[in-house]
């Protein structure tokens, strides 16, 4: 049995940072409620290039791009839930919430078949 590489997961933590940090960027530029910091930046512009580099360097494997975009639009949707809940004057998370946790069923779900179809192969 052979062991799948850590960088197909890493794919997909990218793609969250990613998602975290341009919504927290969006955030600091624009929100006059949530005050400036440049971590959001920083973190934004390092998680592209590392994904970028990784896409130069490698192909994804099938299936992982779904999954990435949805890692990306979970991360988006976290920081809006964190956000909302932590300045109750910008709305309700009710609905950043339960679709985060709908994504990340969804996500746990994909990966479970994509590792038991991986498995098949291998046999």
Request: glycine share 8%; proline share 6%; net charge positive.
């Amino acid at each position: 049995m052979t062991n799948k590489p850590l960088g197909e997961k890493g794919t997909l933590a990218l793609a969250l940072i990613a998602g975290l940090s341009i919504n927290g960027t969006f955030a600091a530029i624009f929100s006059s409620i949530v005050p400036f910091s440049i971590f959001p930046i920083i973190s934004l512009i390092l998680s592209v290039y590392c994904l970028h580099y990784h896409y130069q360097d490698c192909a994804m494997p099938q299936g992982f791009p779904s999954l990435a975009a949805a890692s990306f639009l979970l991360g988006l949707l976290l920081y809006s839930a964190i956000i909302r809940a932590e300045y109750p004057v910008i709305g309700s998370n009710f609905v950043p919430a339960i679709l985060a946790v709908v994504l990340v069923f969804w996500i746990g779900r994909k990966l479970k078949r994509l590792d038991r179809s991986g498995r098949d192969q291998d046999i």
